[in-house]
């Protein structure tokens, strides 16, 4: 079994934003390559990229309030041999300057990293201008793209290191809020591999879930066991490519899939499973996520809650799938 | 005098040949434009036999200068230009467009060894060509013998992205970076200053911290000229904004709008290629 935080399923778990994880990892992939340089639009201290700039200034590109030219400066470095991380908020990046992603990085091949911060209904209270709900579809209908979403800090940092190695354009996904730390520092993680994060031969339904998402199908499948009902529970972090052998393996043990995302429901994780499934194996699926529905204001919680992708609603969700087959 | 007599008939003749070769690629290909690759055919000449440090047989050599072309839909004088200077055989400028061309309608530089960046939309090659210049100082500092170039429109300084690139540029002032703006007054609707006016168009990059110059883009010893200020320029980018008249040195073309995004026709190329004979 995977080695998991063991304090999982406790009511004091270290709770850690996604996007701390982030910013450790890029110091460390600092030391780690000297060609590793960062962009960063006026955002520095909140996308967490403020110590990389302290420690390599001679590395760091402030572009001002200007995300089309920070993607295509990014591009520009890149084509020099960098390996620029470009960070902002998801919203403007890829949100804002999709464009330039797709032709100044994806179509002409450069490798650069694309971070996307403040990802999620978690950003809470700024509203729903700012809760970017749309961008792993975005990001993931680009040929060439690689789209990673860490479920924790933890696996946050180690993304951020293994994309230092994949000379390939990516976009990694971040979450402001804290959430609750899923992962210890030897759970595995390598870019392009699902891992299975609960599993039992019982097992009556598969939950594929990515981002902070996955520790509410952790608490779900706890929930669910109780009641009798076990689920095996895949930590979906890479969107593309996906994982098609490790899903494929465990949707044919069950029959049943829910899929679970802080994402609208059209183009998101879901669907790249959809996609997935309904080519190879065809079952019964559920998706949690944000039902072609604009954010508000309020806390992360209660919004998470609101928008149908609380424990309980994956619960309802994996009891309806059952049902269904 | 800048250039020698035979420097420059030997410039003229070339020119000559890449505007002969842009007419016969186009009117193969049927689609494509027109009017700002023959206005540029004398700054490309001008680069790929005289300025630019570049090795056309070892087209990834890591001491040449970039030429990052930003609108890259006047190719047509990119690609005759490369096959004129050796990076491949002339025959192949007839495939331009064509299904497995490494000629694409907009230039791609995977397809291409020599091209530098994968250009179309417009807007984006400055800020391409700022970050390489950045990664250059990152690596050189203020002594590096590389130069960066941009090839621009006017019409993509109506691109608030320019802007963005323009404003960065005039902060982390690459000493090396050239931009070469290739004012032909006309974009795809009209006159630029009708649809959306540029002017005055030195005064904003000078107030953007860049250093201006303004040339006739059809004079050598302007164009050299030019580039040799730029390059001694230490503290600052360079904008060459030079003036250029859209389809030079095939009448019927010349000056007009409509001609921006079209090829001639059969008839309208043989006769192009008349009118650029006769200056032999």
């Known amino acids: 079994m995977i080695n998991l935080n063991p304090k999982l399923y406790d009511n004091n778990i270290e709770l850690k934003p996604i996007r701390d994880g982030f910013g450790e990892g890029l110091l460390l992939a600092g030391d780690y390559d000297k060609d590793v340089v960062a962009l960063c639009a006026d955002l520095k201290e909140s996308t967490r990229v403020e110590e990389f700039a302290k420690k390599f200034p001679e590395r760091f590109v402030e572009v001002g309030v200007a995300e089309q030219n920070l993607a295509v400066v990014a591009s520009g470095l890149a084509s020099m041999g960098k390996i620029p991380f470009a960070v902002s908020y998801a919203i403007f990046s890829p949100g ?6 797709r032709t100044a990085i994806c179509y002409n091949n450069t490798n650069v990293k694309i971070v996307g911060s403040h990802a999620g209904l978690n950003v809470g209270a700024d509203g729903g ?14 040929p060439r793209m690689i789209v990673v979403v860490p479920c924790d800090a933890l696996e946050a940092k180690k993304a951020t290191l293994a994309l230092v190695d994949i000379i390939c354009p990516a976009y990694l996904r971040l979450a402001r809020e804290k959430s ?22 019982r097992a009556q339904a598969v939950i594929i879930a990515c981002g902070l998402m996955v520790h509410r199908a952790m608490m779900a499948s706890k929930k669910l066991a109780k009641e009798g009902i076990e ?35 059209a183009g998101g994780l879901g669907s790249a499973v959809a996609e997935f499934l309904a080519q190879n194996y065809p079952v019964p699926m559920e998706f949690i996520g944000v039902d072609d529905k604009f954010g508000e204001s309020g806390g ?23 049902d269904r087959k | 005098m800048l250039l020698t007599d035979s420097k420059l008939q030997f410039l003229n003749d070339k020119a000559r040949d890449i505007r002969r070769s842009i007419i016969e690629m186009l009117t193969e290909a049927k689609s494509g434009h027109t009017a700002g690759a023959l206005g540029m055919a004398d700054i490309f000449t ?23 072309l930003s609108n890259g839909h006047i190719c047509p004088v990119l690609y005759s230009a490369m096959a004129h200077s050796g990076y491949f055989p002339l025959e192949e400028l007839k495939t331009l467009r064509r299904y497995g061309s490494r000629l694409q309608g907009h230039s791609h530089r995977e397809w291409l060894p020599g091209v530098e960046t994968s250009s179309g939309p417009l807007g984006e090659g400055l800020g391409q060509a700022v970050g390489m210049a950045l990664a250059d100082k990152m690596d050189r500092g203020r002594v590096s013998q590389r130069f960066f170039y941009c090839l621009m429109s006017d019409g993509e300084l109506q691109e608030g992205s320019t802007w963005e690139a323009v404003m960065l540029a005039g902060k982390v002032c690459p000493h090396n970076l050239i931009a070469i703006v290739d004012r032909n007054n006309i974009q795809i609707d009209g006159v630029t200053e009708d649809i959306m006016p540029l002017e005055p168009l030195a005064q904003k990059f000078r107030a953007f911290n860049w250093h201006v110059i303004e040339i ?15 390059k001694s320029v230490f503290n600052r980018p360079s904008v060459i904004i030079a003036h250029t008249t859209p389809g030079k040195g095939v009448p019927a073309i010349e000056g007009r709008y409509e001609w921006h995004g079209k090829a001639p026709t059969e008839k309208e190329g043989k006769q192009a290629i008349k009118d650029l004979n006769k200056n032999d």
Do not use: C
């Open chain 1, 180 to 201: 609750p730390v899923v992962t210890s520092v030897t759970t595995p993680f390598e870019i392009g591999r699902a891992e299975i994060f609960r599993e039992s031969k």
């Open chain 2, 216 to 230: 006739d883009g059809h004079n050598f010893e302007d164009i050299f000229s030019a580039v040799g200020q730029a």
């Open chain 1, 96 to 101: 804002r300057n999709w464009e330039q992603i």
């Open chain 1, 300 to 322: 992360s919680a209660e919004l998470l809650e609101h928008f149908g992708l609380g424990v309980d609603d994956i619960i309802e969700a994996v009891k309806k799938v059952i």
């Open chain 1, 231 to 265: 689920v095996t529970v895949i930590n979906n972090h890479t969107i593309k490519p996906l994982d098609g052998k490790t899903i494929l393996a465990e949707v044919e043990k069950t029959g049943a899939v829910v899929v679970a995302e802080e994402h609208q429901k």
């Open chain 1, 129 to 142: 201008s700012h809760q970017m709900l749309e961008d792993i579809a975005l990001a993931r209908v680009i």
């Open chain 2, 46 to 68: 001008a680069l790929y036999f005289g300025i630019l440090n570049h090795n056309p047989k070892k087209p990834d050599w890591a001491e040449r200068d970039r030429l990052v």
